[in-house]
């Protein structure tokens, strides 16, 4: 039922960018903050970009060379990134979270996307 369906990774030279994609279906939406992690080998996953439902945006691991941002009549989340560096190759996940009187109601993953940075 619930499918987040990431796309648009792959290798990229250093300095170089991409367009990472998350297609989402089975929820409302428009009603969940959606976010991009990534977990790089032998790391703890973490926070690269976040979108709440009302477009206030976090970024952490990447701040500054990312942009996030989402398309809620295509129910899809975008995660553009430049100034690509090695240490930003990494599994990259699509995350769907609605969080209700302070509970986590629901927390859905996609299946990742290999970036990987190198010449």
């Known amino acids: 039922q619930v499918q987040l369906v990431e796309s648009g990774g792959g290798l990229v030279q250093p300095g170089g960018s991409l367009r990472l994609s998350c297609a989402a279906s089975?929820?409302?939406?428009?009603?969940?903050?959606m976010s991009w992690y990534r977990q790089a080998p032998g790391k703890e996953r973490e926070l690269v970009a976040r979108i709440t439902s009302d477009g206030s945006i976090t970024t952490d691991s990447v701040k500054g060379r990312c942009t996030i941002s989402r398309d809620n009549a295509k129910n899809t989340v975008y995660q553009q990134m430049h100034s690509l560096k090695p240490e930003d190759t990494a599994v990259y996940y699509c995350?769907?979270?609605?969080?209700?009187?302070?509970?986590?109601?629901?927390?859905?993953w996609g299946q990742g996307t290999q970036v990987t940075v190198s010449s």
């Open positions: 089975g929820f409302t939406f428009s009603a969940y903050a």
């Open positions: 995350n769907a979270r609605r969080i209700r009187i302070g509970v986590i109601v629901n927390d859905y």
